[in-house]
């Protein structure tokens, strides 16, 4: 036999066998798979626990929410020393005393949600940073700035709803002075690795008179009046209230619950 002979021979019996193989593997039973339900994606527990929402007409906060200040005393706040707060409480808000340096609470957080109103005084004076200047400080790290940006030019990363010098807002959502502000935000903590940078960095979605001025942005360290981020280890920490150092008259609070996350 010629050796072209056998190779063609050989290569045809290759091609006859996977054909017998192929015909065997589509004659072969499988079990037949049961038709998807809507059943089938769906699962039932844990259920989500109950949470009674807060009464829009008097203000009132959810029934899990932790009550940082409720139109009576400063109880739930200090100075920056561990002192009584000595802001100024009136008329079911309470005042920025500029005399009397900053305020946090007594209570440590991590991750949250927090309801907070302010107003700016009606009769306010100054301009840009000078005007209405205050601020909100996640975990006494991470500032949301508070300003009167209402015809209130100023630089974009220092304007009402910014991550301090870092994001600006994506809106300019204020009122004008003599109206109250709401800020609604959720803050997510971050996770550090052992060598003390980020593992997850602090995100922040801060919403402004029911307008997103923040979208889950990511906070990328402290936020310096003066340099850039740092990113300094930490664990749970107060939430500050700035008494800013400007001329201006001083704004008001009110209405203040968190909620842990």
Not at 6 to 25: D, G
Not at 146 to 169: A, M, R
Not at 230 to 235: A, C, D, E, F, L
Request: net charge neutral; hydrophobic share 35%.
């Amino acid at each position: 036999m010629k050796k072209r002979d056998f190779t063609n021979k050989a290569v045809l019996a290759a091609i006859a066998c996977t054909a017998c193989v192929s015909i065997s593997a589509q004659q072969k039973e499988y079990p037949k798979q049961e038709p998807m339900t809507p059943g089938m994606s769906e699962y039932w527990t844990p259920q989500p626990k109950i949470v009674t929402p807060g009464d829009i007409k008097t203000n009132s906060a959810p029934s899990d929410a932790i009550v940082l200040f409720d139109g009576k005393d400063l109880s739930a706040w200090e100075n920056t020393k561990g002192e009584p707060a000595q802001w100024i409480v009136h008329d079911g808000v309470f005042t920025v005393n500029k005399k009397a340096g900053d305020i946090q609470t007594k209570q440590k957080f991590d991750s949250y949600q927090l309801h907070i109103e302010w107003c700016v005084p009606e009769n306010i004076t100054g301009t840009s940073q000078g005007r209405g200047n205050s601020g909100i400080f996640m975990q006494g790290m991470y500032e949301v700035q508070v300003l009167d940006c209402y015809n209130n030019e100023t630089y974009v990363n220092g304007q009402t709803g910014s991550i301090y010098k870092q994001t600006p807002p994506l809106a300019n959502a204020m009122r004008k002075p003599g109206e109250w502000n709401v800020y609604d935000i959720i803050y997510s903590a971050p996770v550090f690795k052992e060598d003390g940078t980020y593992r997850v960095p602090p995100r922040i979605t801060v919403i402004q008179n029911g307008i997103v001025l923040q979208n889950n942005t990511t906070i990328l360290g402290t936020t310096e009046y003066i340099g850039f981020p740092k990113v300094i280890p930490h664990g749970a920490g107060p939430i500050i209230l700035q008494s800013h150092g400007d001329p201006s008259e001083p704004i008001s609070f009110r209405n203040i619950w968190l909620r842990e996350l």
